[in-house]
Structure formats: structure tokens, C-alpha cells
């Protein structure tokens, strides 16, 4: 039977624990390690990812992987499926594709994702509702050079962010939060006023360097993420 990615993750954790890899050890490589558990590249690329989260192991690409020499506390974000979140509140989840466009990439995007000229992008909009309200206003570019299939994706029925976990790990993540002022637009889909604050993420995640998506996500104020150490 092929292990998921939490059983993988539990074994080489306590293969660190436990003095199996000491210190500066090298780690097996991925594919090395997909062969002895019986399961997909990606899902120890997934079980490694957590493990370096936890700061566990230090991940160096062309050096491989080495059990941290003092293994450190680390933030951890979960990447959460909004129906997940919302559903896990007791609240009935509806989800709608506003807009979907297949477009040369604005300058800023350009560089955010280090794309070549030439390349284009996957420009969804999306909103997730709670309980009927407006939850998650979503904004989405996805490299269509990094993940072609994206132009077949069916998004209108099943939200980007769930399709992209299904259909590609990603070895890399970047997160931040600000506040931003609703505009007119954004204050009609979300249902506030003009100028209302709102809650902002902005992620972008890579595949052993190379940018798949970028996404901006806007809440209702008032929103709360939860990190753990």
C-alpha cells in the first residue's frame, strides 16, 4: 500500500529524532525516497517541505538536503481550501468564477514571477461566500509557461486554489499581510463600502524555482489567520 504524505513525514521524523540522521546528515534524495515508501515524488517533496517548516532539515537546491545542525522553531502557514475553512465553521460554502482571461502579464507581474517575454498568464477572479455573505474575494495569475494544463482547468464549478493543490506541489511559498482600502469595485463584490479596510494575502508559491502562481486574496475585516511553532 502507498504512504501518504503524513505517514512519509512521521518516519523521517523520527529517523531525525531518534539519531538515524544525525546532525548534518544528507538526506536520501526525493526520488530515492519515493521508491522505498512506495508512493509519488511529489507526496515526499510534500512530507520534506514540512519537515524543513518545522526546522528539521535544511533544503539547498544542487547541495540536497541536511538535518539541521541546530534545528529551529519556525512560523507555519498552512496554505487552507476556503470551502475547507468555511465549511469547517459550521457555515454553507458557495463559490463563484467572476472573470477568466488568458493575458500578456502587467509589468509588476512580469518581474513578481520572473516570467520570460513572451510568456502569458491564467487571470481568474473569483468569490467565496459564507453562509450567503462575501468571505474571500480571490484574484489569481497562474504561469501558463510553468503549468500549461491550466488553460483546460474547469474553474466553474471548483475554485483555482483546490485545482492547483491537486494538480502540482509547490516546493516554495511566499505570504504576506496588509490592510488595503477597499475600492468601488471591490466594495461591491465584497459587499462594505468604498474605503472600508479590509484584511489582504498575497501569496506566491514556486516549483523548485520556477513561479506557478500568484494570488491576492481580500477579507472582510475582522478576519483572523492562525500560525503554529
Known sequence: MKSDFREVREELRQRILQGVWAPGDLVP??????????????????????????????????????V???????????????????EARGAAYRYA????????????????MAL???DLVL???????????PYQ??????S?????????????????NEWLVREVPFSDAEISFSAIAADDQLARRMGCATGDALFLVERATWWEGRAITFVRLAHQRGHRMTTRY
Do not use: Y
Open 29 to 66: 534524495n526525493e526520488v530515492d525516497l519515493a521508491a522505498e515508501f512506495g508512493c509519488a515524488r511529489a507526496t515526499v517533496n510534500r512530507a520534506m517541505r514540512e519537515l524543513a517548516e518545522a526546522g528539521l532539515i535544511e533544503r539547498k537546491r544542487k547541495a540536497g538536503t541536511r
Open 68 to 86: 539541521r545542525l541546530s534545528p529551529r522553531r519556525a512560523a507555519r502557514f498552512d496554505i487552507p481550501i476556503v470551502r475547507e475553512e468555511i
Open 97 to 112: 468564477l467572476i472573470s477568466r482571461d488568458e493575458i500578456a502579464p502587467p509589468d509588476w507581474l512580469a518581474a513578481r
Open 116 to 118: 520570460a517575454p513572451g
Open 123 to 133: 487571470h481568474l477572479t473569483c468569490l467565496h461566500h459564507a453562509d450567503g455573505q
Open 137 to 142: 474575494h480571490e484574484e489569481r495569475w497562474i
Open 144 to 160: 501558463l509557461a510553468a503549468l500549461p494544463q491550466a488553460r483546460d482547468g474547469d474553474f466553474t464549478a471548483t475554485g483555482p
